[in-house]
């Protein structure tokens, strides 16, 4: 087993953040569903920037929010994704960089622009994304190091990648170096439309136990086993997943091991501004816990605690140091 | 005199923000002066970058956020800037079209890219700015139409204009053709070290009523007359301006009309996140109520409002209505 380099190595969509205010008139003038992903081509992203308001550029995509909020609390983490040498590329890779993640992904040289997600933030704190992938769906297999993910503790996937196929090849290969050097593979289901595309397919991978840990919310819970009932969904990943929580908003989260499920109740806030983040930051506290040989509980609560600070200001990236926060509140030595 | 098309037209460098948490070592470590604002070339604007922490991309440049401002208040305006046609300048064409301003200048088509302002917030909310001016400092006179700045009530210009020799120029033909249709001209002073680069033009501006309405706060005044005493520079001022406005922060301001001087409180707020944009917002209320026929005193009240609410969010532009806003604490109808 080569030496341990990283606690976190993440793969996903390189995406810079488009955010503006909207009201919920204007998602459905624009024909979007409040909540979701929506993938979207070149001409509908230019006809929505159009349409939208004043917006705050930060860079985004949720594995990378996830793997920034692992090195906030002072883990060793790296990312990997496709941008392309343009200015929004750039704004990318200083970020994450900042973040003290490593980030050696080479930018495209030519080919479709730095990938943007337009997120409309209602006056009820939710986020409606319309993302259009450009760069990001060229990250192939082509981008993947072996001896880099032989030297994460986790390799951590998002269910996002499936879409561009260039990116699922990248994944399955990444997730066999992982599991050839005895290391964990964890996922996050990412969005219910998602999950609704490749609803089979994900189920295989857990049965399969390409995944380690998984990720899920109520709706991709819902969406993966198609029903309405909470405890029946939950009986269902019992059977698929080794490890797997489930988060549900402001009821906090569940953990879910063959033996036993565990209720984690989520962290108080004073006030949500922005939902943007809070399951990125809940999995960048669990896989940190994870990662430092925390039980499933405690690592739930640093993604509690993770999740909280996130969604008390815009943007899906930490502010504060969640190391300092961990501190301050008993979860970490 | 032609038909009134807007309430105020600005005219300033079209910068965008990137904005960044940092502490005060790490000013004193890359030898800037907290809460000024320092001209950069590329090379040190690409340093800075490379040193700051994850930032966020807004939509920037004093007089464009003064006018978004006025635009919040309901008000007709519009803005002249130059951008290069590049992704951070179609940010900026973009941000300021959705506040509802009218932004017609064309962008460059080649030579330096869109101006960037790179801004450190320190844990007290103060600001400190380095500006790389960029395509901003190509605008010229080509881009000045007598017709837009006849139609308009107030012409408003920063003095940030002054660095660059194409932009003064524009700057004082800007100024000639209002005057010329019978308009008003306000001007910003901007910034200490602005004002001490043009002490002497200012001063000839104002003695030569080529400037109506003057904007300062105390650092600006003090640079103005060179002296420490605020009365000092306060009796200086009622000498060589017709109409002027010097802002104190949170203790408010003071009007200087030749035969009074008034003191208007400031707007109390709960918390002040970030002080960028307060003067901004502050000259935004001011000329609205200036442009609608308000008393002076009435015109600050409406320039506090606009202050108080940028300083309690990341960014210097206007989230909330500022007509709605105006409208909620009794001071428009």
Redesign the interface.
Known sequence: MSTLRYDVLGFGNAIVDVI??ADDDFLVKHGMHKGGMALIDEARAEAI??A????????GGSAANTI?GVASFGARAGFVGKVRN???GQ?FA???R??GVDFDTPPAADGP?TARSYILVTPDGQRTMNTYLGAAQNLSIDDIHAETIASAAITYLEGYLWDPQNAKDAFLEAAAIAHDAHRLVALTLSDAFCVDRWREEFLGLMRAKTVDILFANEAELHSLYQTGDFDTALAALRQDASLAVVTRSEKGCVVVEREETVAVPAFPVDRVVDTTGAGDLFAAGFLFGVARGAEAAQAARLGALAAAEVIQH??A?P?ASLKALAQENGLMP
Chains 1, 2 share one sequence.
Request: aromatic fraction near 4%.
């Open positions: 503006a205010r920037y159009e939208m308001g004043p917006a705050v550029e930060i860079s920034a343009d200015p929004l704004v200083h970020d994450i900042a973040a622009s815009l943007g990236r502010e």
